[in-house]
C-alpha cells in the first residue's frame, strides 16, 4: 500500500531556532494536512493545503508556522523561530480528493520535534 | 469549542472482544472517524461512520453510534494480540477526509495472550 514518508524521525533544536519538517505524500494526492500531538495531549489539526495554498488553519498555526510544496513531491512545514512548546509530534497527511468527499486520510509517522 | 473524550486504557485477552468508547460534543459532526496507532507507525483509518447511521459493521469491526447521547464505540470481535494499539475516535463536524478533524486522547488497548 502507498504511504507517506516523513523525514526526519526525530529532530532536535535549539529554542529559536528555524526547523523545516519534509513530508512526501502519496504520489497522486492533492490535499496535504500537518497534525501535531503535545506529549500527552490529543492530536490537533494545524493546516490543510490544497492546490499551492492554505485551505484552512488552526489557531495554532500563527506567524511562525508556514508550508511549502517547494516541488511535486515533497510538502514541508516550517517553524521560524521554535519554541519549547513546539515540542511535538508532527503528523504529516494527504488524501486524494477534497474534505467534503470523505476521502481516506493518511497519515505519515510522525517526526518527533525536540525543542531544548 | 468541539472535544472528544475517550477513556485511557483497555485490557482485555486474546479472543474476548473490546469495546471501545468515546463522546464528543459538536452535534453538528457530519462523520466519526476511528483510528488505529501502532508503536512507531502513523495514524490509520480503521472506519468511519456517516451520522444518520447507527451502525456499521466491517469484518471484526462494529461501530455504534447513538447521537442522541453523543456517544460512538468501537466493538472488535475475537481480539487478537496485533490489535493492541492506540485507539483514536476523530470527527469533522463539515465532514470529508481531514477538514479540521477533532481528535480525542485515544485508547490504549492492551491484548493479554
Known amino acids: 500500500e502507498p504511504e507517506v514518508t516523513q523525514t526526519p524521525s526525530h529532530q532536535v533544536t535549539q529554542m529559536g531556532q528555524e526547523v523545516i519538517l519534509r513530508c512526501v505524500p502519496i504520489s497522486n494526492h492533492l490535499y496535504f494536512y500537518w497534525y501535531r500531538q503535545i506529549l500527552g495531549q490529543k492530536v490537533e489539526f494545524l493546516v490543510s493545503f490544497y492546490n499551492n495554498e492554505i485551505s484552512e488553519k488552526s489557531e495554532i498555526f500563527d506567524d511562525q508556522f508556514s508550508v511549502e510544496r517547494p516541488d511535486g513531491s515533497n510538502f514541508t512545514l516550517k517553524i521560524r523561530s521554535t519554541k519549547l512548546e513546539d515540542s511535538a509530534m508532527y503528523f504529516c497527511a494527504s488524501s486524494n480528493r477534497g474534505p467534503s468527499t470523505n476521502e481516506k486520510l493518511f497519515f505519515g509517522s510522525g517526526t518527533q520535534l525536540s525543542v531544548l | ?113
Not at chain 2, 471501545?20 to 476511528?34: A, E, F, G, Q, V
Not at chain 2, 480503521?46 to 456517544?71: A, G, P
Request: aromatic share 10%; proline share 3%.
Open chain 2, 1 to 113: 469549542g468541539e472535544d472528544v473524550e475517550q477513556s485511557l486504557f483497555l485490557s482485555v485477552r486474546e479472543g474476548d472482544s473490546s469495546v471501545i468508547n468515546c463522546t464528543y460534543t459538536d452535534s453538528s459532526s457530519t462523520y466519526l472517524y476511528w483510528y488505529k496507532q501502532e508503536p512507531g507507525a502513523g495514524l490509520q483509518l480503521l472506519t468511519y461512520i456517516f451520522s444518520n447511521m447507527d451502525m456499521k459493521q466491517d469484518q471484526r469491526l462494529t461501530v455504534l453510534l447513538n447521537k442522541k447521547d453523543k456517544h460512538l464505540s468501537l466493538r472488535i470481535a475475537d481480539t487478537q494480540t496485533g490489535d493492541s494499539a492506540i485507539y483514536f475516535c476523530a470527527e469533522s463536524p463539515r465532514g470529508g477526509a481531514g477538514n479540521m478533524l477533532t481528535f480525542g486522547g485515544g485508547t490504549r488497548l492492551m491484548v493479554k495472550p
